[in-house]
């Protein structure tokens, strides 16, 4: 006697291949029922972060504007641990970091002895981005810029009497 007899199962049952592309479509259709909701929030969360942070650097002289950015940690005390995505903007008198999730991260300018370009970050290395390094006098803030790092470190070195030359 056979385990499985599919002689006795007739016609009636699905074949694997049509179970399969029915699992797929299905999980599918669930991913994009979770996906679609989360990427209409994230606008809409990225946009009211833009309006709070031209709101915030409003009356300063701003060097360079706000653009999406990311912030990758830092070594010195004070700073948050979670890295987070958001929007980066520089004025005389600050770099402002804001996130998708609100927090604010701020670093004076006049604590700010150095800038560079840095492969590698608190041992992260992501897919060819340089990080944008900003240095004071209790450590390292790293963040990742996607307009170009050369005008960041040009912008940032203006700033910083020690480090105009």
């Avoid at 641990?81 to 604010?104: D, P, S």
């Avoid at 800038?115 to 006098?137: I, M």
């Amino acid at each position: 006697m056979r385990f499985c007899d599919r002689e006795s199962e007739g016609t009636g049952g699905l074949s694997t291949t049509v179970f399969v592309v029915l699992l797929v479509l299905g999980i599918l259709a669930v991913l994009v029922g979770i996906w679609i909701p989360i990427r209409v929030w994230l606008r809409r969360r990225s946009s009211a972060v833009a309006e709070q942070l031209r709101a915030e650097i409003e009356g300063e002289s701003v060097v360079r504007a706000p653009e999406k950015g990311s912030y990758r940690g830092a070594t010195a005390a004070g700073y948050p641990v979670v890295k987070n995505t958001g929007l980066i903007a520089l004025t005389r008198r600050r770099l402002v970091f804001r996130t998708l999730t609100g927090h604010l991260i701020e670093v004076p300018v006049e604590s700010i002895i150095g800038v560079r370009e840095a492969t590698v970050f608190k041992g992260s290395v992501v897919g060819g981005q340089q990080h944008l390094v900003v240095e004071t006098s209790a450590g390292e803030i790293g963040f990742y810029v996607f307009s170009g790092i050369a005008d960041w470190i040009a912008a940032v070195t203006s700033l910083v009497p020690e480090q105009r030359t």
